[in-house]
Each structure stands twice: as structure tokens, then as C-alpha cells.
């Protein structure tokens, strides 16, 4: 069965220190792969996306996303953190049949 | 914002009732998802539609069924509602064709007593 796997489930930073949160995913076919925000409280939005092309993908305020696909991985980063970023970011792949499948999350708490 | 709204935002039920959550959206997307979200366990899908009267089952949908009679609404059903699916219910559609991916609604809060 698919599946996608967080390795981190808490991350604790302080401002400006770099950010990368791994993201694995276990299907065999052409995926499609996204990383999702959730702000306290708030529901989910996009942050970025990769469908093809070039493995390294930009997305909002900064962050960044790197496609291995001999290492099913898609992790996230950002060279520099403020204290907004501070959420939950969730990891998901989207694979035949429509269907969204998200990592567990990681918790990113950024210290002023 | 996405012209995806769900209602109730925030209910309180107790253990047995049968509880209905809609989602509905103006944007005539064909296809239409049901999440569940719980700490440690990330969103996990509960039932999906392709369509009008289309719908499939997902990784947690055991306690829950769905109708979709129009495709602007999405319902979401606990037949007899039970502690463990105290829970926010997230519903979703997919903006694939626009390159959006998926758009979320803002959540159904959902305490079972």
C-alpha cells in the first residue's frame, strides 16, 4: 500500500537557523508530491508542489522542495526561519485514482 | 477564497447520534474527499467522489458513509457517532486541472461525548 513517512514529529528552532524536514514516500508508480501548511488553527494550503521536470521546486515564503526519486524522498527546506513559520507541515503524495496521501506531520516550532 | 465551505464549523454530540457534516462547493470540481485529522496520525482519508452518486472508500472509513446527490455538496455521515471519532473532518476538492492541486475547507470540529 502507499505511504508516506515524516521523520520528524516535533522540531524545535530558533530564528534564522536552516530548516529540513524529510518526507518518504513508498509507491512505485509516476507521483505527483506536495507539501502542505497548517498554521494553529487554520486548515491546510498549499506550499508547494511537484508534478515534473525540474527536482528542485520553489514554493511560498521562501521554502523549497527537492525531488530524489532514487531515494523516494521529497524534503523540504528553508535557509533561514522566522518565527511565522511556526506549524504543522504535512508531506503528501498523490497517486492513481485521485487520492492524497499524507506523512504524519511535523510540528515546527520556531523560537523567537 | 476556494468556494469551499463546511458547516458545522464546530459540534458537540453525544455517543449513538447519527451526525451529518456538509461540505459544499461553487466551483463545479468533479472530485470531492472527506479527511479526518488526529495528532500523530496526519489526515487520513475517509471516503472520496468522482462524481454525482460516484463515491469510494478510503483508508478509514468504517462508522461513516457519504452521499453526493449534487455536485456542489458532499455529506458526510456518522451513522451512530462513537468517542474514537471525535476528530476535526476536513473536506477537500481537487484543482488538479487548474494546477492548484488540493484545496481545503476550513474544518468541522467534531467532540463526541
Known amino acids: 500500500a502507499q505511504s508516506v513517512s515524516q521523520h520528524n514529529h516535533h522540531v524545535i528552532l530558533s530564528e534564522a537557523a536552516s530548516l529540513e524536514l524529510g518526507c518518504n514516500y513508498s509507491y512505485g508508480g509516476t507521483v505527483n508530491l506536495f507539501w502542505y501548511v497548517q498554521y494553529p488553527g487554520q486548515h491546510l494550503q498549499l506550499l508547494l508542489k511537484y508534478f515534473s521536470g525540474d527536482p528542485l521546486v520553489k514554493g511560498i515564503k521562501g521554502f523549497e522542495a527537492e525531488f530524489i526519486k532514487s531515494k523516494f524522498s521529497f524534503n523540504l527546506r528553508k535557509p533561514s526561519v522566522q518565527w511565522s513559520d511556526t506549524a504543522e507541515y504535512f508531506c503528501?503524495?498523490?497517486?492513481?485514482?485521485?487520492?492524497?496521501?499524507f506523512g504524519q506531520g511535523t510540528e515546527l516550532s520556531v523560537k523567537p | 477564497d476556494a468556494g469551499i465551505t463546511q458547516s458545522p464549523r464546530h459540534k458537540v454530540t453525544e455517543t449513538g447520534t447519527p451526525v451529518t457534516l456538509r461540505c459544499h462547493q461553487t466551483e463545479n470540481h468533479r472530485y470531492m474527499y472527506w479527511y479526518r485529522q488526529d495528532p500523530g496520525h496526519g489526515l487520513r482519508l475517509i471516503h472520496y467522489?468522482?462524481?454525482?452518486?460516484?463515491?469510494d472508500k478510503g483508508e478509514v472509513s468504517d462508522g461513516y458513509s457519504v452521499s453526493r446527490s449534487k455536485t456542489e455538496d458532499f455529506l458526510l455521515t456518522l451513522e451512530s457517532a462513537t468517542s474514537s471519532q471525535t476528530s476535526v473532518y476536513f473536506c477537500?476538492?481537487?484543482?488538479?486541472?487548474?494546477?492548484?492541486?488540493?484545496?481545503f475547507g476550513s474544518g468541522t470540529r467534531l467532540t463526541v461525548v
Open positions: 467522489s468522482y462524481g454525482v452518486k460516484d463515491t
Open positions: 503528501a503524495v498523490y497517486v492513481v485514482g485521485g487520492k492524497l496521501i
Open positions: 477537500a476538492i481537487n484543482r488538479d486541472s487548474e494546477g492548484y492541486g488540493y484545496t
